[in-house]
Nanobody, 124 residues
Framework: QVQLVESGGGLVQPGGSLRLSCTAS????????MGWYRQVPGKQRELVAR???????NYADSVKGRFTISRDNAKNTVYLQMNSLKPEDTTVYYC??????????????????WGQGTQVTVSS
């Protein structure tokens, strides 16, 4: 009933920039927090940044000062502006949006939704 669609990944040189976008669509009731995680092969998924509906934000220490997360509540969209990219930022980035949604029966349910992942590669 709900999908997260990501875009914006790609290949950039060190010091370059990318902007990731993630839009949730479907029978959404409420999304209090939207965030970005990244998955390094062989390791657990880690939080990059997240933003609440009231604008409260937190970042991983490794991206503070370089990445900026923002959100358009009306569009159910979260963005991640990535500047001063480093090779160690290379990995798959996933959008996360725990949310309440309306099921086909009309009941409100909770689900921890994840995007499909988008590859970010930083290389010279």
């Amino acid at each position: 009933q709900v999908q997260l669609v990501e875009s914006g990944g790609g290949l950039v040189q060190p010091g370059g920039s990318l902007r990731l976008s993630c839009t949730a669509s479907g029978s959404i009731v409420n999304i209090e927090t939207m965030g970005w995680y990244r998955q390094v092969p062989g390791k657990q998924r880690e939080l990059v940044a997240r933003i609440r509906s009231d604008g409260i934000i937190n970042y991983a220490d490794s991206v503070k000062g370089r990445f900026t997360i923002s959100r358009d509540n009306a569009k159910n969209t979260v963005y991640l502006q990535m500047n001063s990219l480093k090779p160690e930022d290379t990995t798959v980035y996933y959008c996360n949006a725990p949310m309440y949604y309306r099921s086909t029966t009309g009941a409100t349910r909770f689900e921890d939704y994840w995007g499909q992942g988008t590859q970010v590669t930083v290389s010279s």
